[in-house]
């Protein structure tokens, strides 16, 4: 459970972007129906399983936009494990709803917990430009799991910053990115880590690649863009 729960909180705070219909969103896909495929890697370059997104419940009000992004992740046995979350859009920044992260099939695996969640959205403005500081995110959740055991876990996305324009390729095709580094921090129990990241975001299409590094910065795992359809 907790090596899930670390999966579902990188794969979320590195969650996909796309060209919406709608001019409220540049790089979240808020278009019901949307649907992107990622092949993950480890260090070694080998499959080590797959994470597809759906989107579903678009609904607009005015320059609002608001969507459920479903979330399906598939280890390298193929065991599968699901979440759905909140994101929304204003116009000129997309917004994902830290508390949505937390959904009653992740909150029925752990049991009888009583659970607190805390902190800030995440956020991505629809203009990007290289040099450009983005805010940062955290999540603080404090679990009681029944007795005297206690379990608090901060996550917080730190220091992004839009680095440099590059084109890659991909088994999805080639796409002009934007190239974001940030660090997301854990706090769980007695450890504390820090996941250096990059992601690869392309205008009209979004999430094409994300690496995840070690403190060291040797390269830990990647995940990959292999499909999308809308």
């Known amino acids: 459970m907790k090596r899930y729960f670390l999966l579902l909180l990188l794969a979320v705070f590195a969650t996909p972007h796309s060209q919406a219909q709608s001019a409220c969103s540049t790089y979240y896909p808020l278009e019901d129906g949307a649907s992107l495929q990622y092949t993950n890697y480890d260090r070694k370059g080998k499959e080590d399983g797959q994470i597809n997104y759906n989107v579903t419940n678009v609904e607009s009000s005015g320059d609002n936009v608001s969507a459920t992004m479903m979330m399906e992740m598939v280890d390298k046995k193929g065991n599968t494990y699901t979440s759905d979350y909140e994101i929304a859009c204003d116009g000129n920044v997309v917004k994902i709803d830290f508390k949505s992260l937390m959904n009653e099939q992740m909150l029925s695996q752990m049991g009888d917990v009583e659970m607190d969640i805390s902190g800030t959205d995440v956020e991505l403005p629809n203009s990007l430009s290289v040099g450009q500081e983005l805010p940062d995110a955290n999540m603080e959740l404090k679990m009681k799991m029944g007795g005297a055991i206690n379990m608090n876990t901060n996550v917080e996305t730190i220091n992004r910053k839009v680095e440099k324009q590059e084109s890659i390729t991909t088994p999805a095709g080639t796409f002009d990115c ?19 990241s990059r992601t690869w975001l392309a205008k009209g299409i979004g999430m094409v690649k994300q690496e995840s590094y070690n403190k060291n910065g040797k390269l830990m795992g990647s995940m990959v863009l292999t499909q999308y359809t809308k």
């Open 178 to 196: 934007y190239v974001i580094y940030s660090e997301t921090k854990t706090k769980m129990m007695m450890a504390n880590k820090t996941f250096p």
